[in-house]
């Protein structure tokens, strides 16, 4: 994963507050994506895990203005961290989530991101092929009407939402079976094949935030 650019010159103030990481989450959906992120942060702290600094916002843009808005949110809270000096306020890794579909400022965002150390997650045909993989296999080439309709057999006039219901414990068979769509998929701001999906990385972000 690409590190974090360095951080403010402020030592983290000891003994006042966890040193839990800080994460931001910035999502080209509005609700699915946001949804799911949202639930999987929930199920982990039912374990229980401790997270309580992960933010999740969804914005409707695409690739190149979520990584932009990215910066803009991480550059807001350095400044904020130096004013207070307190390291704490800064986040220690920010995640944008991007399908490839037939968005013309893809590269731009992966090169961006790759230069200012932001992560981005990406999905070929679309992010609904992660949610697919919490119920089933799917290794052929598709796009995202197949993987619509497929999302139908198991979550009933599927409009986005995910629904209260949706098995978020399957989280490690659905990354399983990424890994098994595109094995080299396994790394931030990449593009893989079709089809193929490395949001898994997002869900061990998470997942580990709330035992750093």
Known sequence: MSPRRSP???????GRREPKKRVLIVCEGEVTEVEYFKGIRDYFRSLPVDIRNCKVVG?????????AYALS??????????????????????????DVDEHKTLEQALITARRE????????????????????????????V???RKLRNHIKDY??????DF????????????????????????????????????????????KS
Do not use: M
Not at 59 to 67: I, S, T
Not at 159 to 164: A, F, M, N, P, T
Not at 167 to 191: G, I, L, S
């Open 117 to 144: 150390h932001v992560n981005l997650a990406v999905s070929l045909p679309c992010f609904e092929l992660w949610i697919l993989y919490h119920f089933e296999d799917c290794v052929t080439a598709c796009d995202q």
């Open 159 to 164: 409009d986005k939402h995910l629904g209260r």
């Open 59 to 67: 914005l409707g843009r695409d690739p190149a203005k979520l990584v």
């Open 167 to 210: 098995p978020f414990a399957n989280h490690e068979v659905a990354r399983e079976r990424a890994r098994r769509a595109d094995p080299e998929h396994c790394e931030p701001n990449r593009k893989g094949r079709n089809p193929s999906t490395n949001a898994w990385l997002v869900v061990e972000v998470i997942r580990k935030s709330g």
């Open 73 to 98: 949110e991480r550059d807001k809270k350095d400044r904020e961290a130096r004013a207070q000096r307190d390291a704490n306020i800064t986040y220690d890794e920010v995640w944008c989530v991007v």
């Open 8 to 14: 403010p010159r402020l030592d983290r103030v000891v």
């Open 146 to 148: 197949r993987v619509g």
